[in-house]
């Protein structure tokens, strides 16, 4: 017998462990482990019933995502096959499931007639989120125990749920008291079965799981849906299998879940998504830092300014149960931010996702204050007062007065340069940038910017606290707007120029919402503000000096006071939360390419794509060539946790492999020679595209 699964006989039952760690993820290795350990139960007549769980605890996290695309997702035993056989033995199995089991782990449970699980394990079918839909008869068996309409919800969400509502739900059958007495409860469990002369497989709850589902169910669903899944690929298979489900005696339903699965397996999109899962696991590893390096212990957090930034980045810490003194320089501002914070917290209890005893708990939590003598004890400090190097530099003195000796301080800032903040310290080992994005407490992504003398231990333990605060943490060099911003000037700066050609916003919004980005780059900049994007451009304004054309209609609607969503004028027109065409943006438009020389014309959807998406590319490779980013896929995770880029098209770097790189050059050496002057000023292919296509290369990778 392998290592990879344990086998112990208690009686009459067979204990089979799954031992793959750190998940039991069921590669082929462990799938042929499992079904020889099975077939060995089967056929001892010893062995009455059998308990299978994780020997270290975790039962499974499923299928091996590393095996998809290749030929391992499907070698012998296949998943699907190997669990048609356990429901085929002929004696009881009991999954005991500890801590998780999802996707194909769930599956796995679901193939045994029985399960119990423990206190604190987590349940559920997450294959959604890597562009799959459970492929080893969850889509089948989940439905004829829980009915349809709860199966294709939970299948759909991805979200796991926990053991109370697993066991009302039905897909528990009981619940053990602690992780330590699971597996003798499970034994437990078994031997009650067997002296009730329980049956291998209990019969379907649901065998046919439409019963309660209203005529039309399947059609009403998909056109309620369809615009919200845009043109993801996996939400439309899984509807199929549950109408398979519905529709088909089981042994066919789960042939027909093998064809929608591998058709999920093969597209782009779940390709996509599976370089998304493992892109969020490889940003944590930092060249040349020792996961193992001791990290300085993180108590008290403090944040200077309780403006729109500060006050959502002091909930992150609240929110985690750890202290946080915010800090503000005058009294009306602290208080204006400190209700901010109260009243986005009665907004989470309004919606029923907070209690009022946990609002009160982490509004304790926060302790405002007008002295720094209240920070002198804090562990981390991050500064997010106003965007001005000098307000900056000011602030980063004090802490250095005040603030204990290897306290971290960290500042917010969104483009300045956070070497020249930590040169006005005596400590600039200490000093870090911790990009949050607005809104702080919402936004997901965490750019950790460091410095040219952060101290290896800062960086790995604000990598380490921004996974406790929940936050995704990608590290970036320092430079202009450092991954996400600077990039953000290009694209952003050909949507501008485009409208000015003759496109109207609406038409350039809508070619980047039509590859499902969340919201076009001018809608975008709307909502941050055209004020916002100004200032940013005025601190960088030399780099531009010799384009006058250059992102002249954000200065002029900034001149005429149209700062976007705020002022209800921007790029567009806003109504109440209606976003409408303005004409005055046209005529604006006009009146300035009359004066630039610049000719108008309609513009294809194909030109407006490569402008502003090979743009965006074409500043991500080079960035990676000057090493701000370590890795194209820390790129991509950027773009999609802070610009609602498509995760399923894995993020720019992603997406612009799948297009083809040589193609990505072509067509930016095509608009140079294209667009005239702007062409020849802007349409500069990054030397480490051209070096990439050269070798023939296909990978967007250090070179
Ligand atoms: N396959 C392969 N590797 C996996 C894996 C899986 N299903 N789940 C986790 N891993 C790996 C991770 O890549 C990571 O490896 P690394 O240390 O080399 O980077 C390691 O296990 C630990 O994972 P995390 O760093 O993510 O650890 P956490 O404790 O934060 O999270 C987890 C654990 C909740 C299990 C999380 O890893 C997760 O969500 N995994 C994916 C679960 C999933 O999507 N399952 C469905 C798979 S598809 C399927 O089953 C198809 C079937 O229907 C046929
Ligand atoms: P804000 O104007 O809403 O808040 C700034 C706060 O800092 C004000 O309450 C002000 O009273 C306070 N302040 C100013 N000087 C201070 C000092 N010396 N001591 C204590 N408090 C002081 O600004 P916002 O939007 O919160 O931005 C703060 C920082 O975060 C800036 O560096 C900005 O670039 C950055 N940022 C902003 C984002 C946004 O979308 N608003 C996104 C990401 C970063």
Not at 7 to 26: E, F, H, K, T
Request: proline letters at 5%; glycine letters at 10%.
């Amino acid at each position: 017998m392998t290592a990879l699964v344990h086998y112990r006989l208690d009686g009459q039952l067979a204990l089979i462990g799954l031992s793959r760690p750190p998940v039991n993820a069921l590669g082929q290795p462990l799938r042929a482990a499992l079904l020889e350990a099975c077939e060995r139960a089967a056929a001892d007549p010893a062995v009455a019933a059998i308990v299978l769980h994780g020997a270290n605890g975790l039962f499974s996290a499923g299928a091996d995502i590393s095996e998809f695309g290749s030929e391992a997702s499907s070698a012998a035993p296949d998943l699907p096959g190997l669990l048609v056989r356990l429901t085929r033995i002929d004696k009881p199995l009991v999954a005991a499931i500890g801590k998780l089991a999802l996707g194909g782990g769930l599956e796995l449970a679901l193939a045994c007639g029985y399960r119990i699980g423990e206190p604190q394990a987590r349940l559920g079918l997450p294959e959604i989120n890597l562009g799959l839909l459970p492929g080893a008869g969850g889509t089948q068996r989940l439905p004829r125990l829980i009915g349809a309409e709860s199966a294709l919800n939970m299948i759909l969400s991805g979200k796991q749920v926990d053991v109370q509502h697993a066991h009302l739900m039905g897909i528990l059958d009981r619940l053990a008291d602690n992780p330590e007495t699971l597996i003798e409860q499970a034994c437990v469990y078994a031997r009650e079965l067997l002296a009730q002369g329980a049956p291998a497989q209990p019969a379907a709850r649901y065998p046919s799981p439409a019963v309660d589902l209203p005529e039309g169910f399947f059609a009403g669903f998909r056109a309620e849906q369809e615009a919200r899944w845009k043109s993801r690929l996996a939400p439309r298979l899984v509807l199929a299998a549950i109408e398979a489900a519905c529709l088909l005696p089981l042994e066919e339903g789960l042939a027909r879940e093998q064809d929608l699965f591998r058709q999920a397996e093969a597209s782009r999109q779940s390709a996509a998504l599976r370089h998304v899962f493992f892109a969020e696991r490889e940003a944590g590893r930092i060249p040349g830092i020792d996961p193992a390096l001791d990290m300085r212990p993180i108590a008290k957090v403090a944040v200077i300014g309780a403006g729109t930034m500060g006050g959502g980045i002091a909930m992150n810490f609240a929110n985690a149960g750890i202290p946080v003194v915010v800090l503000e320089q005058k009294s009306d501002a602290l208080e204006r931010g400190l209700s901010n914070v109260q009243r986005n917290y009665e907004i989470s209890v309004k919606r029923g996702k907070l209690s009022q005893a946990e609002l009160e708990k982490r509004m304790r939590l926060l302790q405002g204050s007008l002295e720094y003598a209240d920070i002198a004890d804090a562990d981390l400090v991050i500064e997010a007062v106003f965007e001005k190097l000098e307000i900056k530099q000011q602030v980063f003195r004090t802490l250095d007065e005040v603030c204990k000796p290897g306290a971290i301080l960290a500042t917010n800032t969104s483009s300045l340069d956070v070497d020249a903040i930590a040169a006005v310290t005596s400590r600039p080992q200490d000093v870090i940038g911790l990009h949050f994005f607005s809104p702080a407490n919402v936004m997901r992504l965490l750019e950790v910017v460091r410095a040219r003398r952060t101290a290896p231990d800062v960086l790995a333990t604000t990598l380490k606290l921004a996974r406790r605060i929940g936050k995704l943490p990608v590290v970036s060099g320092v430079c202009f707007g450092f991954i996400g911003n600077r990039m953000l000037e290009p694209y952003a700066r050909e949507a501008m120029r485009m409208v000015l050609e003759g496109a109207s916003p609406a038409q350039v919004d809508g070619v980047l919402t039509g590859i499902d980005l969340n919201m076009g780059v001018l809608s975008m900049l709307d909502l941050a503000g055209i004020d916002v994007n100004y200032l940013v451009r005025q601190a960088n304004k030399a780099a531009f000096a010799d384009d006058p054309s250059y992102c002249r209609l954000g200065d002029e609607l900034y001149a005429m006071g149209c700062y976007g969503q705020k002022s209800s004028f921007g790029f567009y027109h806003y109504e109440g939360r209606q976003r409408l065409d303005d004409p005055t943006v046209e005529k604006v438009a006009e009146r300035l390419a009359g004066e630039l020389q610049i000719p108008r014309r309609s513009l294809a959807p194909q030109e407006i794509h490569d402008r502003c998406l090979f743009m965006l590319i074409n500043e991500g490779i080079q960035l990676l060539d000057e090493g701000i980013a370590l890795r194209a896929s820390d790129i991509d995770l950027v773009w999609i946790n802070g610009y609602g880029f498509p995760a399923h098209l894995g993020g720019p770097m992603h997406y612009a492999e799948q297009l083809g790189l040589d193609q990505v050059l072509d067509g930016i050496l095509r608009l140079q020679a294209s667009l005239g002057s702007h062409g020849q000023r802007w349409f500069k292919p990054a030397p480490l595209l051209k070096r990439l296509v050269a070798a023939g290369r296909t990978r967007i990778e250090k070179f």
